[in-house]
């Protein structure tokens, strides 16, 4: 079991930024891929960022591209989102996952079997 806990979340201007972090306990996380998602309110729930375990490789969604930066602090079991120039299109709740969702499967949510409880991003226009 691992468990997850995100912080960072807040209030910001467009153009500002913010990183997110994603603490893990119970287990190591570099063992497992790491996915940042986000579901605005009415909208399903889409991915933002991944990581892998062993091998680091990192995938974004188009829409953070040249402005998420996802990466792991093994030593502190934790993952982060960075978030730079942000927009208004960017506010929704931003929740971390971990899994091991095979190559081809890393942006899918249901591939992730752990989650944490969320942290409310809004971007003021």
């Known amino acids: 079991q691992v468990q997850l806990v995100e912080s960072g979340g807040g209030l910001v201007q467009a153009g500002g930024s913010l990183r997110l972090s994603c603490a893990a306990s119970?287990?190591?996380?570099?063992?497992?891929?790491t996915g940042w998602f986000r579901q605005a309110p009415g909208k399903e729930r889409e991915f933002v960022a991944a990581v892998t375990g062993s091998i680091v490789s990192t995938y974004y969604a188009d829409s953070g591209k040249g402005r998420f930066t996802i990466s792991r602090d093994n030593a502190k079991n934790t993952v982060y989102l960075q978030m730079d120039s942000l927009k208004p299109e960017d506010t929704a709740v931003y929740y971390c996952?971990?899994?091991?969702?095979?190559?081809?499967?890393?942006?899918?949510?249901?591939?992730?079997?752990?989650w944490g409880q969320g942290t409310q991003v809004t971007v003021s226009s």
């Open positions: 996952a971990a899994g091991q969702p095979p190559m081809g499967w890393r942006t899918t949510s249901k591939k992730y079997d752990y």
């Open positions: 119970g287990r190591t996380l570099s063992t497992y891929t």
